[in-house]
């Protein structure tokens, strides 16, 4: 079900930057009608660039929060629901839960824990390459 809300929620933002950019290059066209020079032209042009990349940024950001939704949705389905899973000894209690005991966050988590990096410590989706003793 996550992954259809964040499909939505994707193309919702996709629609907002589109509606955005419109608007950018609808203010470019009106700035360029009542300028008088050359440079004037080019600074309507500029604020219509700076204004598309906002946008842009703006949609990525949108994306980045839904994966992060629907990380945190499914770690806390894994680690609330599903029940305790021990890898390696390792007790950290699960972000976001509100639970302590011997639950841990999915492998290849970016979520921040107690402390410490947030970069993955394994490659997404998978083990450590030595997990069970295969290479």
Same mark, same amino acid.
Not at 45 to 51: G, P
């Given at each position: ?27 470019? @066209? ?5 300028? /008088?020079?050359?440079?004037?032209? /080019?600074?309507?042009?500029?604020? /219509? @660039? ?5 946008? @842009? ?7 980045? /929060? ?19 899973? &021990?890898? &390696? ?41 030595? &997990? &069970?003793?295969?290479?």
């Amino acid at each position: 079900m996550q992954p259809i809300r964040e499909k939505v929620s994707n193309a919702a933002a996709a629609g907002k930057e589109h509606v955005d950019i419109f608007k950018a290059k609808a203010e470019e @066209k009106a700035e360029k009608a009542v300028a /008088r020079t050359s440079e004037e032209k /080019r600074i309507a042009e500029e604020v /219509r @660039k700076a204004k598309e990349a906002q946008a @842009k940024m703006e949609l990525h950001e949108a994306k980045a /929060r839904h994966a992060a939704e629907t990380l945190q949705s499914k770690q806390i389905y894994l680690g609330g629901i599903v029940g305790p899973h &021990h890898h &390696h000894g390792t007790t950290t209690p699960m972000v976001g839960t509100g639970q302590v005991g011997q639950q841990n966050p999915v492998m290849g988590s970016t979520v921040p824990t107690t402390g410490g990096t947030v970069a993955p410590s394994h490659p997404l989706g998978g083990y450590p390459p030595t &997990h &069970h003793g295969h290479i």
